[in-house]
């Protein structure tokens, strides 16, 4: 005959026992298997040591990438700021004054950067001419003389803006008078002098820095009634003005 099976006296089954029998197993069957998100492990005071050296070090590198982006930023601002250059509102246009033999062109510039800048000024008009006989006899030309083309600029340096702003008052040069060889007089032994402008275009080109446009601005323009006086502009395509650029 069998011997019965030995059972165990119930006491000796606790529930912490138990549970323990079944935590040791559980721990066993994942460390065999590998499942390494049900094992649960401690990190060592070493580690930790470890972490916290590497947390300290991380901290003044931080603090340094976040004070050098500041001045790239200000940097990069300042370029995109430089490139939004314009007349300030409310006008979109300088105003223009006929001098006789002169035009000036007067404004505010707005988004300026802090270099120094040079506003120049071309334009064209009409001429009113008189001829001079050596006797100093005078008449009126033949015809009337050629288109004149004049030009001035005026250089602004960077110490003048202000909060990206700065006014301006350009004048042109007035043109070679008498006019050589005096061609629409009888003769090339007369005296040929310009006596007036009718200004009909102008050109207003800024560069900031200096040899680097950053404006450029056209206008066709009318009057005044009398020889001075201020002119009316429109502004019209760039193109109309590009052979205003070829002046003296």
Not at 21 to 37: A, P
Not at 103 to 109: I, R, V, W, Y
Request: aromatic share 6%; net charge neutral.
């Amino acid at each position: 005959m069998f011997d019965a099976p030995q059972v165990m006296p119930r006491a000796l089954y606790s529930r912490s026992s138990v549970e323990t029998i079944r935590t040791s197993e559980i721990f066993e069957r994942n460390k065999k298997t590998k499942n390494i998100k049900t094992i649960l492990s401690f990190p060592s005071r070493k580690t930790c040591d470890l972490r916290a050296n590497r947390k300290a070090e991380e901290q003044p590198m931080r603090r340094l990438l976040q004070v050098a982006t500041v001045p790239c930023c200000i940097l990069l601002g300042a370029a995109a700021f430089a490139q939004n250059i314009h007349f300030k509102p409310p006008s979109s246009s300088p105003s223009f004054f006929d001098n006789g033999l002169t035009l000036t062109a007067s404004g505010f510039l707005a988004g300026l950067g802090n270099q120094d800048i040079l506003v120049e000024l071309f334009a064209s008009a009409q001429a009113t001419a008189i001829c001079t006989n050596p006797g100093g006899s005078t008449q009126p030309p033949g015809r009337n003389p050629a288109p004149a083309t004049v030009a001035g600029q005026e250089p602004i340096p960077s110490t003048e803006v202000k909060n990206g702003t700065v006014s301006f008052s350009v004048t042109t040069r007035p043109p070679t008078s008498p006019i050589p060889g005096a061609p629409d007089c009888p003769n090339s032994g007369w005296t040929e002098t310009i006596t007036d402008l009718k200004f009909t275009l102008a050109l207003v080109e800024v560069e900031q820095p200096v040899g680097t446009e950053a404006l450029a601005a056209c206008f066709a323009l009318s009057g005044p009634s009398g020889t001075t006086g201020k002119v009316s502009a429109t502004p019209v395509d760039l193109s109309q003005c590009a052979v205003l650029e070829d002046a003296p």
